[in-house]
């Protein structure tokens, strides 16, 4: 591995712009990561198709193919979103890509790394603890002495694990000295409202701002409060005050990754922060970021939300498809995903195509990266591109966990080439002025394909009141299962002629967009049958193991 100070370097970023945290992690200080200098990379943005439990290697492939770029000649870098401790100990294992294209120091980064995730954890909990303890002393906020009503209290709790248990809780047992007892839950730290705060906030100023602007609950007389009702913004911000500052590491390649923030892309807006993304393409020539789940998801909110509040657009767009996820897509269970079948791979196509269109929708040209993995039929990959370039879809294999950037040098030079000749032009699914419902029906009939979007009574009155406090012209993050087009987990492929149901819809106003809850999808989420927390171990002289 090389040195942190020369993967700066690479960046144009001198020693005393980093803070070291160790010898291979540094943070990119205020005055270089918060500048308003002109961005003159080239962005390729990276996503995939509705994937299958165990993820299609989109952060792989945005590593392999950074590492690609690289060995053409290009001074590439990535963007990168932070693993979460949920799914690390979950079902998907690390989150720092794979084989020969992944971070490093990987064991680091996966767990703990510079704290970040643990400083929104403890922000976001602070907030809470502050709403409780007004509530206790009924102490009055915002100069007016309003009072929050124990009823009406929408701020949640987080935490940085999968834990089903803590969905719904009762807090304040035991008595008056203990609290006043009310209905509370939890939700995992990736689908905080201080999450996105702290990925869309351009410096501090910002954050402090928007901090203040998060909604706590209602008064009994129906008046919202805000954290800066009780004066909450400024301690938060001390909590997050080096979460803000990028993180700056390697590839096993030694290409330069911004990582930092860690929203999920089907329950937040699924794309890393708006300063390490703007930072990277200041100091880079090319710059490889992620956005997930699937396209539907994590794309469309890094285009719809995050390209609006920065001020950015993608020059290429690249697809991740692997043949299990179209094989599983094509009514093949998961787990026997990995085996040979024309037919299945055939129907799973529809799927991919659907993902294409939607690409389109924003007036841009796709170009799909078909991933490699072990074991895969020459003759299914084979179908597959020939398939593409039949539709004219410009395709390549992705064989970047095995062989690193060697895996992808043509692909790479077909995606720099159309990046550099690209002249980007923003296409939104909807305008902000849209009212709310209209904006959500766009999103579910262009990407999703949906007929038409059913809204509970309670979603209703929740979007009513959402217009009359000002939050009509709000973006939308929709949180929606990643496993499906639609909103119902087992419909795979490219369900038709179906209606989607948004049975909650939640304001997260320092954030500055809604969040429709739709189908069964859930904020925080829960370990499977077999964790792999139970693969993960501490060798004697120090070396974890068993994390990716």
């Known amino acids: 591995m090389r040195t942190i100070d020369e993967v700066a370097a690479d960046l144009g970023l001198a020693a005393g712009d980093v803070q070291p945290w160790g010898p291979h992690v540094a943070k990119v200080l205020p005055h270089a990561a918060f500048r308003d200098d002109p961005l003159s990379a080239r962005l390729v943005l990276v996503s995939a198709i509705s994937p299958t439990p165990a993820g299609e290697g989109k952060t792989t492939c945005t590593i392999g193919l950074a590492q690609a770029a690289r060995r053409i000649g290009v001074r590439a870098a990535c963007a990168l979103r932070e693993p979460s401790l949920g799914p690390v100990f979950g079902q998907k294992g690390g989150g720092t890509g794979g084989g020969e294209s992944r971070l490093e120091p990987s064991a680091c980064i996966n767990l703990h790394f510079t704290g970040d995730l643990h400083a929104v954890t403890s922000a976001h909990n602070l907030l809470a603890a502050l709403a409780d303890n007004h509530v206790f002393f009924r102490t009055p906020a915002g100069g007016d002495g309003r009072e929050l009503d124990p009823r009406q209290v929408t701020f949640r709790r987080v935490l940085d694990m999968n834990d089903r248990f803590l969905r719904k809780t009762v807090i304040g047992l035991g008595g008056k000295a203990m609290g006043v007892p009310r209905e509370d839950g939890f939700d995992i730290t990736a689908a905080s409202e201080v999450m996105a705060i702290l990925c869309l906030s351009r410096d501090y100023a910002d954050l402090k701002e928007r901090l203040g602007r998060i909604l706590l609950g209602f008064a009994r007389d129906g008046d919202p ?24 590491v390697q590839t096993r390649e030694g290409a330069p990754a911004l990582v930092h923030g860690g929203p999920f892309g089907n329950i937040a807006h699924g794309c890393n922060s708006l300063v390490a993304t703007r930072l990277a393409l200041r100091r880079a020539d090319v710059v490889f970021t992620e956005a997930g789940f699937g396209f539907d998801l994590g794309a469309e909110k890094f285009l719809d939300i995050k390209c609006r509040a920065a001020g950015i657009w993608p020059h290429a767009v690249v697809l991740v498809a692997t043949l299990r996820a179209l094989k599983f897509h ?22 991919l195509e659907k993902h294409l269109e939607s690409v389109r929708q924003f007036g841009l040209e796709p170009i799909v990266a078909l991933n490699v993995r072990a074991g895969d039929s020459e003759a299914e990959q084979r179908y597959v591109l020939e398939r593409l370039r039949h539709s004219s879809v410009e395709a390549g294999l992705a064989d970047v966990f095995a062989r690193g950037g060697a895996g992808a040098v043509e692909l790479a030079e077909r995606i720099v080439a159309r990046a550099r000749a690209a002249r980007p032009s923003p296409r939104y699914t909807y305008d902000l002025a849209d009212p709310p419902d209209t904006k959500i029906r766009k999103i ?7 007929s038409d979007v059913d809204f509970t009574v309670a979603a209703k009155a929740q979007l009513d009141r959402a217009v009359r406090l000002g939050f009509g012209e709000a973006p939308i993050c929709m949180a929606k299962t990643h496993l499906s087009l639609s909103d119902d987990e087992k419909r795979v492929g490219r369900p038709r002629d179906f209606e989607m149901t948004v049975r909650e819809v939640r304001i997260a106003a320092g954030a500055g967009f809604l969040v429709p809850l739709t189908g069964e999808i859930l904020t925080m989420p829960g370990l499977p049958r077999h964790p792999h927390a139970l693969d993960i171990d501490l060798a004697p002289d120090g070396t974890i193991v068993g994390v990716e």
């Open 225 to 248: 409060l805000y954290a800066r009702d009780l004066g909450a913004q400024g301690a938060m911000a001390a909590l997050l005050r080096d979460a803000l500052l990028p993180n700056l």
């Open 330 to 351: 094509g009514g093949i269970p998961a787990a026997e995903s990995g085996r040979e079948d024309a037919n299945a791979l055939a129907l799973g196509m529809a799927n």
């Open 444 to 450: 579910a009939r262009a990407i999703y394909g949906a």
